[in-house]
């Protein structure tokens, strides 16, 4: 069974950076491709960033490109996102996502398991 757990969230101003880490466990042929979501209150849950896990590529949301940057340490089951420059509409609560298809997605339904979630808040 898939475990995803995130952490790296907290309370930065506005113009700082943090990273968020998703700690992968019972991944074997299970994530073949990981993403980042966020999910505001009242909204429905939002693309971030996705990486596949085999080839390396990336996929951003607009609005965070050039900003984010997701990566992962294989040998630690560990994937990231770095975030630069963080304005108030980035602040809400971070998902992290694995799912079992060999691609690079931005959809939701397209992920099999998810994390908790970890809380990012930005100051002005």
């Known amino acids: 069974q898939v475990q995803l757990v995130e952490s790296g969230g907290g309370l930065v101003q506005a113009g700082a950076s943090l990273r968020l880490s998703c700690k992968a466990s019972g991944c074997t042929n299970g994530c073949n491709a990981m993403g980042w979501f966020r999910h505001a209150p009242g909204k429905e849950r939002q693309f971030v960033a996705a990486?596949?896990?085999?080839?390396?590529?990336?996929l951003y949301a607009d609005s965070v490109g050039g900003r984010f940057t997701i990566f992962s340490d294989n040998a630690e089951n560990t994937l990231f996102l770095q975030m630069n420059n963080l304005g108030p509409a980035d602040a809400t609560v971070y998902y992290c996502a694995a799912t079992r298809s060999s691609g690079i997605y931005f959809k939701v339904r397209t992920y099999n398991y998810w994390g908790q979630g970890t809380h990012v808040t930005v100051s002005p």
């Open positions: 990486l596949n896990m085999v080839s390396g590529e990336t």
